[in-house]
């Protein structure tokens, strides 16, 4: 009993030490699932306008057919894909727009051809919330964009 | 020295039955099988979709090391690892091996979720209540309310079957644990944002911004409100770097565990309700513990209204005969 006790203890103090892997060594910070860095949220925004943006993909295939380009489609997270593609196609990286339909195409019948950004900006105001549609980015598959 | 293991041993190790932690291990495997449990079709779309990993976690890279990501990492291996996995839950959920069934449970659960954050991505909610799903299978969870205890009470002479349920003094760690994780993970959310935020953290402002942010994206009417309401964002910063930082204070004082549990639940509902995040895995951690960490306010409760309502009614069945 006493030896299981010492080994419980060894696991449990292992488990807590662990913790401190992801804070003292950045570069494992992202692969060191379950155990992990747990700063979330943190950053603080100054006194300013409430806004929000509501951001999404649309692709549409050589038949003309509109499709949302959601993270499954894609085969990825949420995260990763506003991270790689969207906010960089956004900002008018169309490296990022290229990628994205390489991945998208690779064993469609009916290709994308084009990939529209589209979002709108919520403010809050004294009113309540206003919502405003932004110009839409748009990407042709092939070597050069038309934005 | 041997006061400090003394107590550790009195903290960590206390004479308890196993009834509270065979309660935890239905209740966590069974939301982890009906509710939390991998989805294949998201494996498959993963493996089908990358080529390679983007981040891998250390444990998908060690595994990967063993054979190859063509050969393990397949629709067909992830198939076989999904019923293994299934199985173990199963034999975990109704106590049956008990032991090694959690074991493999559990490693199935950890290789589905670090397999899944292996693309660049990574959260929060299970690795908690990962890590005290493993830790279930090295403590007697299977002692009670099992198939386990079943057979080897039936075995037992009928006279020895009272002592079938002794106390033990390794029931209650793995709660414990649980505890001690939730506290630093708090911490370490609460504190950072108020050394990277700083005061400002507080100011409205950036739950506002937070709040609706999260709303807008995913469609939450009610985190759109709230996102809307200044001096409410303000009440709200106050308690989540309350709840965050001072959760800690259940270890230290364990009067006010009931109480912090309590404000810890109704944070982790708050977010979800308003932003979407779900903490499902901490909730159901914190009902547990709520109930089995420090029993004793709701057997008082139980004592003052239950057992004097007993022989009232035993009287009124008496007088009526």
Known sequence: MRSSKTWVSIFILLVITLHAVPVLNPLLKKRTWP???????????????????????????????????????????????????????????????RQLFMRLNLQREDPFVELRLESETYTVTDTGLTKQKNAVATYQAGPLPSR | MERWIERWNAYWFPETTTLYLSITRIVMVATQLFWFFPKLERHFNLLEKNSEFINPQLLI???????????????????????????????????????????????????????????????????????????????????????????????LPLIDRVKASVKVDTAMWPLKLAHVLLALTYFSTGMSKLILGGPAWLNGYTLQNYTLGDAVSRDIPLGIWVGQQHRLAIGLSFFTILIETFFFVSLLLPWTAPFIFVGALLFQIGLLVTAGHGFYQ????????????????????????????????????????
């Open chain 1, 35 to 97: 155990f992990l860095d747990w700063t979330m949220y943190s950053k603080s925004r100054p006194p300013g306008p409430i806004q929000a943006e509501k951001r999404r993909i649309i692709g549409v295939t050589s038949t003309g057919r509109k499709e949302p380009v959601t993270p499954f489609l894609v085969g990825l997270s949420p995260f990763v894909l506003r991270a790689s593609y969207e906010q960089p196609m956004w900002r008018g990286d169309s490296s990022a727009a």
């Open chain 2, 61 to 155: 890279s060690g595994i990967a090391a063993i054979g190859s990501r063509e050969t393990l990492f397949t629709p067909s291996t992830f198939t076989i690892l999904y019923w293994i996995t299934a199985v173990a839950g199963v034999a975990a959920l109704v106590g049956l091996v008990t032991r090694i069934s959690l074991f493999v449970f559990s490693l199935g659960i950890w290789i589905f979720v670090a397999h899944a954050y292996s693309y660049g991505d990574r959260h929060h909610p299970e690795a908690v209540f990962a890590i005290v799903l493993l830790a279930l299978s090295l403590a007697p969870a299977g002692e009670s309310l099992s198939l386990d205890a079943l057979l080897r009470r039936r075995a």
């Open chain 2, 282 to 321: 901490h909730m159901v951690l914190l009902v547990l513990l709520l109930f089995f960490i420090r029993p004793q306010w709701w057997q008082a409760w139980r004592n003052k209204y239950v057992e004097h309502s007993r022989p009232s009614l035993t009287a009124s069945l008496i007088r009526s005969e």
